[in-house]
């Protein structure tokens, strides 16, 4: 791992810093350079580097592992967007080769492989922010507490179907809500039950928010669908497979930019989502046995 | 006073809002043509400059806030902003534009990946205390023209702060580290201004 040369640098101020600029705005997952470039130029405001998009990993199936980094380091020479990559769950020597890459941000990601069923990475050892994944407000709240800098609801990957991101920002915003109603005595069991530490669940209650930035992610596939998750409440969407997996990606991922920025302006979103061709072909998660969820990764 | 605009498009808005809010001067959000109307002065915030600068022409702003920029409405950069009021970049994409503005030439991602951003007091002319700023793969001013000032600077001498007239832009965010200082400064600006 590489020394912070003074204590000004990696800061956790310094690490949500980041993510409170990417708000607003649409991160995509690239395979190629040439994707990359392609996602800037459509108005992503990050790009996520990785081997293959999550329809390919559920389709190929195998173990799914940290992108080569000859991939990582050409997807950051082609665009001056910030690039993130995925590290398995738990494996902190993927995320100490991330850092080394000088990625801008790791995502210990359910995408991927889990390498430990029990831990995850401990994030304050590192100088890189991580985004980490949560399907209610205890996992997002967990995650905070191992030095997450970023959330995002973890949806059902792969898919283009929005359900399960639908249903996560409803439980983490939801559950925000309700403990913001309750009164000082009642937050010792509402920490236990969230199995989160005491002092973030106050200051969840205190607040009526989270303390990190939420995106929110797994089968997002059209414009409609981004503008769904933002009118939800969500600070901006990733975009997996839906771009480069769909008829006309230079013009979904334009669509999508558009859709997540004027998301209350049924106008536009009816503009916007004229003649963009084919939608990813999707899975019903419904569809989907229980062993093959991978919102169920990560605990 | 007449509300300040901050433009709402991608980056971090919020912040300013509340910074604004926390100082009492009213606001209103851009991310319309008709919504710049009426307004005392502009914020552009940070975020990814490529974006704001492709959604603003999307949504027909960049015509009008170029144009109102020329007639000498206050507008006040950070970061991405910065990068959109310079006249030239270094190191922008190759089809990026510029609001212009500032007669200045701005590097994006002057420090380097995420890894190099850094917090820092910075000494402000015009303020009285250090302002404590966060620098987020923050570009750096590299030229300045003849009428343009210098508002603050890092140690080792790197313009991070320019004014030109009613235009303001800096490197970096006070918006995120509760700061609010460089805001009444701008607001300062847009009621002497009273354009």
Same mark, same amino acid.
């Given at each position: 791992?590489?020394?912070?040369? *003074?204590?000004?640098?990696?800061?956790?101020?310094?690490?949500?810093?980041?993510?409170?600029?990417?708000?607003?705005?649409?991160?995509?997952?690239?395979?190629?350079?040439?994707?990359?470039?392609?996602?800037?130029?459509?108005?992503?405001?990050?790009?996520?580097?990785?081997?293959?998009?999550?329809?390919?990993?559920?389709?190929?199936?195998?173990?799914?592992?940290?992108?080569?980094?000859?991939?990582?380091?050409?997807?950051?020479?082609?665009?001056?967007?910030?690039?993130?990559?995925? /590290?398995?769950?738990?494996?902190?020597?993927?995320?100490?080769?991330?850092?080394?890459?000088?990625?801008?941000?790791?995502?210990?990601?359910?995408? #991927?492989?889990?390498?430990?069923?029990?831990?995850?990475?401990?994030?304050?050892?590192?100088?890189?922010?991580?985004?980490?994944?949560?399907?209610?407000?205890?996992?997002?709240? &967990? &995650?905070?507490?191992?030095?997450?800098?970023?959330?995002?609801?973890?949806?059902?990957?792969?898919?283009?179907?929005?359900?399960?991101?639908?249903?996560?920002?409803?439980? +983490?915003?939801?559950?925000?809500?309700?403990?913001?109603?309750?009164?000082?005595?009642?937050?010792?069991?509402?920490?236990?039950?969230?199995?989160?530490? #005491?002092?973030?669940? &106050?200051?969840?209650?205190?607040?009526?928010?989270?303390?990190?930035?939420?995106?929110?992610?797994?089968?997002? /596939?059209?414009?409609?669908?981004?503008?769904?998750?933002?009118?939800?409440? /969500?600070?901006?969407?990733?975009?997996?497979?839906?771009?480069?997996?769909?008829?006309?990606?230079?013009?979904?991922?334009?669509? +999508?930019?558009?859709?997540?920025?004027?998301?209350?302006?049924?106008?536009?979103?009816? *503009?916007?989502?004229?003649?963009?061709?084919?939608?990813?072909?999707?899975?019903?998660?419904?569809?989907?046995?229980?062993?093959?969820?991978? /919102?169920?990764?990560?605990? | 006073?007449?509300?300040?605009?901050?433009?709402?498009?991608?980056?971090?808005?919020?912040?300013?809002?509340?910074?604004?809010?926390?100082?009492?001067?009213?606001?209103?959000?851009?991310?319309?043509?008709?919504?710049?109307?009426?307004?005392?002065?502009?914020?552009?915030?940070?975020?990814?400059?490529?974006?704001?600068?492709?959604?603003?022409?999307?949504?027909?702003?960049?015509?009008?806030?170029?144009?109102?920029?020329?007639?000498?409405?206050?507008?006040?950069?950070?970061?991405?902003?910065?990068?959109?009021?310079?006249?030239?970049?270094?190191?922008?994409?190759?089809?990026?534009?510029?609001?212009?503005?500032?007669?200045?030439?701005?590097?994006?991602?002057?420090?380097?990946?995420?890894?190099?951003?850094?917090?820092?007091?910075?000494?402000?002319?015009?303020?009285?205390?250090?302002?404590?700023?966060?620098?987020?793969?923050?570009?750096?001013?590299?030229?300045?023209? !003849?009428?343009?000032?210098?508002?603050?600077?890092?140690?080792?001498?790197?313009?991070?702060?320019?004014?030109?007239? !009613?235009?303001?832009?800096?490197?970096?965010?006070?918006?995120?580290?509760?700061?609010?200082?460089?805001?009444?400064?701008?607001?300062?600006?847009?009621?002497?201004?009273?354009?």
């Amino acid at each position: 791992m590489t020394e912070k040369s *003074n204590d000004k640098q990696s800061t956790p101020l310094v690490k949500r810093g980041l993510a409170e600029m990417l708000k607003g705005g649409v991160i995509m997952d690239v395979v190629t350079a040439d994707q990359a470039k392609i996602a800037e130029d459509a108005g992503a405001v990050a790009v996520m580097a990785l081997e293959r998009v999550p329809a390919d990993i559920r389709a190929q199936g195998g173990v799914a592992r940290m992108s080569d980094p000859d991939l990582i380091d050409q997807i950051i020479s082609a665009v001056s967007i910030p690039v993130m990559a995925k /590290a398995r769950i738990g494996h902190f020597v993927e995320a100490q080769i991330l850092q080394s890459l000088k990625v801008d941000y790791i995502d210990e990601s359910e995408v #991927l492989s889990p390498a430990d069923y029990v831990h995850h990475i401990d994030k304050w050892k590192f100088d890189v922010p991580f985004v980490c994944g949560a399907t209610n407000l205890g996992e997002a709240l &967990r &995650r905070v507490t191992e030095g997450a800098a970023m959330l995002r609801s973890k949806g059902e990957a792969g898919t283009g179907d929005v359900s399960e991101a639908m249903k996560h920002i409803r439980t +983490i915003l939801g559950e925000v809500r309700a403990l913001s109603s309750k009164s000082e005595d009642e937050l010792y069991v509402a920490a236990k039950e969230l199995q989160a530490p #005491l002092e973030l669940v &106050r200051e969840v209650a205190r607040t009526g928010k989270l303390p990190l930035v939420l995106f929110t992610a797994g089968g997002i /596939a059209t414009p409609a669908d981004a503008a769904l998750m933002m009118q939800m409440g /969500a600070d901006g969407v990733f975009v997996g497979s839906g771009i480069f997996k769909s008829g006309n990606p230079a013009a979904r991922a334009a669509a +999508i930019v558009k859709a997540t920025t004027s998301f209350d302006d049924p106008d536009v979103l009816a *503009n916007v989502s004229r003649g963009l061709g084919e939608a990813m072909v999707g899975i019903n998660v419904a569809d989907l046995p229980a062993p093959h969820r991978l /919102a169920d990764r990560g605990w | 006073m007449k509300p300040i605009g901050v433009l709402c498009l991608q980056g971090d808005f919020r912040e300013h809002l509340l910074t604004f809010k926390a100082l009492g001067i009213p606001t209103v959000r851009v991310r319309k043509d008709e919504d710049l109307t009426g307004i005392s002065g502009l914020v552009i915030p940070g975020g990814e400059s490529t974006v704001i600068d492709k959604l603003s022409n999307i949504f027909g702003l960049r015509d009008s806030i170029i144009k109102l920029i020329s007639q000498g409405l206050p507008t006040f950069g950070t970061c991405a902003g910065l990068i959109l009021l310079a006249e030239k970049l270094v190191d922008g994409t190759q089809t990026q534009q510029t609001f212009g503005g500032l007669d200045v030439v701005v590097q994006r991602n002057a420090f380097g990946s995420q890894l190099d951003s850094f917090e820092e007091d910075v000494d402000f002319v015009g303020i009285d205390t250090p302002v404590h700023a966060a620098f987020i793969r923050a570009p750096i001013v590299t030229e300045i023209g !003849n009428d343009v000032s210098v508002v603050a600077r890092l140690e080792d001498g790197r313009i991070v702060g320019v004014q030109q007239g !009613n235009i303001l832009g800096i490197s970096f965010h006070p918006e995120v580290t509760g700061e609010t200082a460089v805001h009444r400064y701008f607001a300062d600006m847009c009621k002497k201004a009273n354009f």
